[in-house]
């Protein structure tokens, strides 16, 4: 199993501040994929990077691959109340097909 | 993207009985993945489930515990067996499609049991 490593495991911040959440890993993978969960909801597709170095930005969100395709990183700028919610990367792995290995989340809280 | 939809949302259960918890999808799909969610806690895949095969499992799940049908391209089928308060969890399916150039996994709302 490859692992990821997410940081911070928490956070709460208030709105109009900015926020940093990694995700890294030892191993490659050929892409890798950040969801949003609410609570009593599934995972939601936020973004997925493939090529090493990607940026991409979804409004106030901005995601980058590293270079080596093994860690990523999620700004938020100028929180908000409604980003409130556990952030999870998961890359894709191949002894299961798609299947995905996921980091352990972060939990963001954003107050008013 | 894909609509996937489970059954029950949620259900409390008893230790030692089973559970049946239902996927659909919007359309045909070749693989199909449970994962469980414990409380706290990230996604952890259960199985795969092709259609027409066995469900390959992940290291820690078995079969007698997890049994899963995948009767056709649209549907499957998790069963928790003889439950414990230690399976009390989230349990997720999940799709994959193509998106561009790269395949997107879509989940469903999930399943929250609860084993007393």
């Known amino acids: 199993t490859q692992l990821l490593e997410q940081s911070p495991q928490f956070l709460s911040i208030q709105e109009g501040e900015n926020l940093t959440v990694y995700c890294n890993s030892s191993?490659?993978?050929?892409?890798l994929q950040w969801y949003r969960q609410e609570p009593g909801e599934g995972p939601v597709l936020l973004v997925t990077?493939?090529?090493?170095?990607e940026v991409k930005k979804l409004k106030r969100l901005t995601f980058q691959f590293g270079d080596a395709r093994k860690d990523s990183s999620l700004h938020i700028t100028a929180a908000q109340t409604g980003d409130t919610g556990l952030y999870l990367c998961a890359g894709e792995y191949s002894n299961s097909g798609y299947a995905l290995n996921f980091g352990k989340g972060t939990s963001l809280l954003v107050t008013p | 993207s894909a609509v996937i939809s489970q059954k029950p949302s949620r259900d409390i259960c008893q230790r030692g009985t089973s559970l049946t918890i239902q996927c659909q999808v919007d359309?045909?799909?070749?693989?199909m993945f449970w994962y469980r969610q414990q409380p706290g806690q990230s996604l952890t895949l259960i199985a795969t489930?092709?259609?027409?095969?066995?469900?390959?499992?992940e290291s820690g799940f078995v079969i007698d515990k997890f049994p899963i049908s995948r009767p056709n391209l649209t549907f499957s089928t998790l069963t928790v067996s003889n439950m414990s308060p230690e399976d009390s969890s989230i349990y997720l399916c999940s799709v994959t499609r193509l998106a561009g150039v790269t395949d997107t996994q879509y989940f469903g709302p999930g399943t929250r049991l609860t084993v007393l």
């Open positions: 191993s490659v993978f050929s892409s």
């Open positions: 489930a092709n259609q027409g095969s066995e469900a390959t499992y």
């Open positions: 990077v493939v090529t090493g170095g």
């Open positions: 359309s045909q799909v070749t693989m």
